[in-house]
């Protein structure tokens, strides 16, 4: 289902699970994202990808592309399986506009972009996040991590 039919069958004020992945052929290289929005019957799938990119990069925009599409939604569980992401979101953020955008030893925080523009889809939502460990059979997780990795390949094929 495209997410533009997800967003007129389900309840805004329930919760929307997540599921996103990031991958990457070569780091940096070529890499894709993949997510999943559900609730109830419904879910809905989007992928994208970029020339030159890292996986840390991608793992990122999934969260932040399925975030803007879900901009209407006040409740989302949002499971990942890089520990980056969501520690980075839920607890070194903080401290890292504290410091100025800088980490613990003063040096610049890596995809600092992306980490503001993440922070601020967050705000005024309530949004969990949950970790899975990758590749050990979560359904979900190994759905967006083939939407992921089909997006590297479409990149690779197109190049």
Known sequence: MLFSEFLTVINKEETVS???DGACSGNPGPGGWGGIAKQ???DAEISGGENNTTNNRMELLAAIKVLSLLESCNNILITTDSQY???GIEKWIVQWKKNGWKTADKSPVKNQDLWVELDNICQGKR???AWVKGHNGNPDNERADV????AVMKIIINN
């Open 40 to 42: 109830g019957n419904y």
């Open 127 to 129: 949004i969990s996040w």
């Open 147 to 150: 939407l992921a990795t089909h």
């Open 18 to 20: 997540v599921f996103i």
């Open 85 to 87: 992401l969501k520690n």
